[in-house]
């Protein structure tokens, strides 16, 4: 989610909050600690440690490309991989996380329910995606960004 560069300086930003506490616990040296953060969909995360801990952090090219792009240009590659990746939440490939988790609900009563309400939403879900597609063939919902 961040880029290299970004990483180092929250954590550098993390250790200079953490040291200005001035708490008796804390070690003489560099404070370790391990951040988690949860971007806004499930794909999209980051784990940033203290820079002690990380000498060679692996390099992940999209999160460095970005961290450079004006944010217009951002802006409008987001929104055309967003595109790209508009269709079935309940069907197809992007359902993968939906029908993971309720694979993996416990209770089996529970799990008899939602999968047959999951089963429900796929069926939904295409009967109005097939009615979009069909208002755009007439005209009646423009083409484009929404």
């Excluded at 040296?29 to 971007?39: N, Q």
């Excluded at 029908?99 to 796929?122: F, I």
Aim: net charge neutral; aromatic share 8%.
């Amino acid at each position: 989610m961040f880029s290299i560069e970004q990483k180092r300086h929250i954590a550098e930003e993390v250790q200079k909050i953490l040291r200005a506490t001035n708490h008796p616990e804390l070690p003489a040296g560099e404070i370790h600690f391990h951040l988690h953060v949860e971007g806004a969909e499930s794909w999209s995360w980051a784990d940033i440690r203290n820079n002690g801990d990380v000498p060679n952090p692996d390099v992940n090219p999209w999160n460095e490309l970005i961290s450079k792009m004006p944010p217009e240009v951002l802006e409008r590659r987001v929104r055309k991989s967003l595109a790209k990746m508009a269709g079935p939440r309940y069907s197809g490939p992007l359902s993968a996380p939906f029908w993971n988790r309720v694979k993996h609900l416990q209770d089996d009563s529970d799990w008899a329910m939602v999968y047959a309400l999951g089963c429900a939403l796929q069926e939904l879900e295409a009967r109005v995606l097939r009615s979009l597609e069909e208002s755009e063939k007439r005209g009646i919902l423009k083409k484009g960004r929404y």
